[in-house]
């Protein structure tokens, strides 16, 4: 009945949240600054993990073919698709999911604790319009360009991989790479991104923004976010698999 009553809450706020902002110009300034949070200062991990997760898989995929009468090009098409099926939209959502749920619950929980968000709502302000509402827009436009970031310096990551093992042939990865391609693979990952995307912009926001207590109950509400937007992404993640590619 607890988890009813969450679930009740969660769909109550996002009512709130998609109402039309209140003041433009403070909307517009808040929307760049939850970008510059939530997305550009995430790119360093995002491109330092893709491009080093993209080397092992293909020199583990290159390590496990050992029969000689298995193309070598079918390491760059298996790392392809590893790549775009699962790593970059998934584990690195999972990776956001970490980093920025957490401030998320942090931020909005530090202004419930210490009533700034009290102090909102008495001047006439729709608080959870105000503060969830930039950072889902800021997760879902901004995303996707995270994704196919990843997507890219992953498939960089193998070639290099490649050119400097001498393991398998990078010439042989890249036609691998370019060998049966789908588009609607990247369509896949990017409708998986933007569920993820949301996902990890409003479940955070929940747990931050209904907090009660001091300082430590914002701790644990941050680490109970980030532990149930996690759980809710591989879950979507499944469902969404057997929609879209069954």
Known sequence: MNYLSHIGKYFLMLGQVFR?????????????????ELGLKSLGIIMF?????????????????????????????ATKRSIILEFAPTFCSIILAGKV??????????????????????????????LVFPKVLATVFFYPFLIVLSMFLGIL??????????IFSHVDFLYGVQLQFDPFL????????????????????YHGYYVKGGSIA?????TQS?????????????FLTQMLLT
């Open 226 to 238: 980030v532990v149930w937007t996690i759980i809710l992404i591989v879950i979507a993640n499944y």
């Open 20 to 36: 039309r902002p209140q003041r433009g110009r403070v909307f517009k300034e808040a929307l760049f600054r939850e970008i510059d």
């Open 218 to 222: 914002v701790g644990k509400a941050s």
């Open 186 to 205: 990247i369509k896949y990952a990017l409708v998986k991104t933007l569920v993820f995307a949301f996902l990890i912009a409003t479940v955070p926001s």
């Open 101 to 130: 749920g957490s401030y998320i619950t942090s931020s909005i929980g530090t202004m419930r604790v210490t009533e700034q968000i009290d102090a909102l709502e008495v001047m006439g302000i729709n608080s959870i319009n105000h």
């Open 157 to 166: 990551g193998g070639w290099v991989a490649g050119v400097t093992s001498g």
């Open 49 to 77: 993990i893709s491009f080093f997760i993209g080397g092992v898989i293909a020199l583990q995929t290159a390590l496990n073919i050992e029969s000689p009468f298995i193309p070598q090009y079918l390491i760059g098409f």
